[in-house]
């Protein structure tokens, strides 16, 4: 190997120097002329910035960004820009919106926080003591402003030398109040806003209870609890649901500004319990009285409903030769217990007079209700009476007329129900429970005419329902 070959080449100083200057000449140039490519990815945000009718609102400026830089297909660096120029844009305008609407200083808003009381919203607007009192004193209906709860929001107009001129709260979807200074002082304004009334569907299948089925199908607990109450005369739902059960309706549904604020009546409604289906539809008569009948005109309502507290599970059933768990000794059983959390609702089972509100030996707090001349029931162990529940007194069919509790000779809080037929004790389980009136004969045809529609309303969304859910 020669000596020339082992080392590394060299190159003249002159072309060293030459190399350097072209490279800085090259780098120049893309600084003053940019490529097509770069040059068309600044146009093309220039033009959205500068586009008046593509700019995002206040406040939502982050979003509409977004729409802008990913709606045109027709760019071809609207995909590969998209990462680092939606932020930046984002930011930008957000940015730009902060500084072109600034806060009226004299606006201010307060949202409760618990522990807060009217004094510490008050203070937190600098607003004093005296400030509260005048407007709170001013009248009574000013009051109900200190009734505040946790996230409710209220807006205070200031004037210029700082007090108040204006307040205001929105105590749910439908109501809010206000108090206005004037010349002769605060004046108070509640105002109610009347929802728009439309109907809905629902439909939901029984795995473990009717609460949990019926929360699944968008139901609220009122609408629960009315569903049950419809069908209460024939389904006894502290025993009766079977998994597989089912239900439909058609209800009310109160809305403001296409939102959701409540619920009104069940218009309709069916239950398949057990294999067996009960139809109901809600009808008002001519003389305004409004009831529940089924498919064919006769009434959903009987003299007596089934179970006098709201799904309580049974502890112990109607028997002549039960064990008395606190005597120890046969002993019969002649109603049937209802194990429910002390201080449930007990209801009367249909209309009556109260023949007895108070202590009755074993039974502790009872009450006795006489139905007629051949029915009486008798509700023992409560906690408690309901108001106005006394001896003499006229009660009507779902009244509460007392609580759960366990007094008497009792092991824990349940309701002991017993019914009478003529004197003699029966099984209200298996009682076959009278009939109420079926819509009157000259109103048949009006109860048809709107009772049709509803029905072929639930077959058809349920068709709908269940084709759908057929879909892969």
């Known amino acids: 190997m020669t000596q020339s070959s082992s080392k590394a080449t060299s190159y003249p100083r002159s072309h060293l120097l030459a190399a350097s200057g072209i490279a800085a000449l090259l780098s120049l140039a893309l600084l003053v002329f940019p490529s097509r490519e770069v040059e068309a990815r600044k146009t093309y945000l220039s033009m959205e910035l500068d586009n008046g009718a593509e700019q995002a609102p206040q406040g939502k400026e982050g979003l509409q960004a977004e729409q802008v830089l990913g709606a045109n297909d027709a760019s071809p660096f609207a995909t590969d820009y998209a990462t680092p120029g939606r932020d930046a844009l984002a930011t930008d305008n957000k940015a730009e919106g902060s500084q072109a609407s600034p806060l009226d200083p004299l606006q201010k808003s307060v949202i409760v926080a618990s522990g807060d009381t009217l004094s510490t919203v008050f203070s937190r607007v600098g607003l004093n003591a005296n400030a509260l009192h005048e407007a709170i004193d001013s009248s009574k209906e000013a009051k109900r402003f200190s009734r505040l709860h946790v996230g409710q929001t209220l807006d205070f107009r200031l004037s210029t030398d700082g007090r108040l001129d204006h307040l205001s709260s929105k105590l749910n979807d439908l109501e809010s109040i206000s108090l206005t200074r004037s010349e002769s002082g605060f004046s108070f304004k509640h105002e109610q806003v009347k929802p728009d009334v439309r109907t809905s569907?629902?439909?939901?299948?029984?795995?473990?209870?009717?609460?949990?089925?019926?929360?699944?199908?968008?139901?609220?607990?009122?609408?629960?609890?009315?569903?049950?109450?419809?069908?209460?005369?024939d389904i006894d739902f502290a025993q009766d649901l079977r998994e597989g059960d089912e239900f439909e309706m058609v209800y009310e549904e109160h809305v403001v500004d296409d939102k959701r604020v409540g619920n009104g009546n069940?218009?309709?409604?069916?239950?398949?319990?057990?294999?067996?289906?009960?139809?109901?539809?809600?009808?008002?008569?001519?003389?305004g009285v409004t009831n529940y009948y089924n498919a064919d005109g006769m009434s959903m309502r009987k003299a007596f409903i089934r179970t006098p507290v709201d799904f309580a599970r049974i502890s112990s059933k109607f028997s002549l030769g039960r064990k008395h768990p606190i005597l120890n000794k046969i002993r019969a059983h002649k109603g049937v217990d209802y194990a429910a959390p002390r201080g449930t609702p007990i209801k009367a089972a249909g209309d009556g007079r109260v023949l007895l509100a108070g202590r009755k030996g074993g039974y502790g707090n009872a009450v006795v209700i006489q139905h007629g001349n051949s029915y009486r029931t008798l509700y023992g162990h409560m906690q408690g009476f309901a108001k106005g529940v006394r001896t003499g007194v006229n009660v009507k069919q779902g009244q509460i007329i007392g609580y759960i509790g366990t007094t008497g000779l009792s092991t824990g809080p349940h309701l002991h129900y017993e019914f009478q037929v003529n004197g003699r004790h029966v099984d209200p389980l298996s009682q076959k429970l009278p009939m109420a009136d079926p819509i009157a004969r000259n109103e048949k045809q009006r109860f048809l005419e709107q009772s049709k529609p509803l029905m072929a309303r639930m077959d058809q969304e349920k068709a709908t329902m269940l084709a759908a859910n057929k879909q892969p």
């Open 201 to 233: 569907y629902a439909r939901g299948v029984i795995n473990s209870s009717l609460f949990l089925s019926a929360k699944r199908a968008g139901l609220s607990h009122n609408l629960t609890m009315d569903l049950a109450n419809v069908f209460g005369y």
């Open 266 to 287: 069940i218009l309709s409604a069916r239950f398949t319990n057990r294999g067996k289906t009960y139809t109901a539809v809600r009808y008002t008569s001519k003389q």
